[in-house]
């Protein structure tokens, strides 16, 4: 008996015929979506960026905030001079 004319044995299905990729359009091809995807994900973060932002501005400093930096400066550079300078600054204050 032959496995062909068989009942049980499936039919032979010829494959189907694949589109030509190259007569495809551009949008077809999924290397063209992923070398876009790059510049596009960059672009919407910087959006984001902007946005957020331009809603949530830094507040004012309205004190000098290097000043503590500037006084372990001097602390380091001249002992002395840094408990000199304190005192002056703790003198000028309580005028």
Do not use: C, F, Y
Request: hydrophobic share 55%; charged share 15%; aromatic share 6%.
């Amino acid at each position: 008996m032959n496995a062909a004319a068989s009942p049980i044995a499936p039919a032979p299905v010829a494959p189907a015929a694949a589109p030509d990729r190259a007569d495809a359009p551009w949008w077809r091809h999924g290397h063209v979506w992923l070398i876009i995807s790059g510049p596009v994900a960059v672009v919407l973060a910087g959006l984001a960026t902007a946005w957020i932002a331009w809603g949530q501005p830094d507040p004012l400093v309205t004190q000098p905030a290097r000043m503590p930096a500037v006084k372990a400066r001097n602390h380091a550079a001249d002992p002395q001079a840094a408990l000199r300078s304190e005192a002056a600054a703790s003198a000028a204050q309580a005028r």
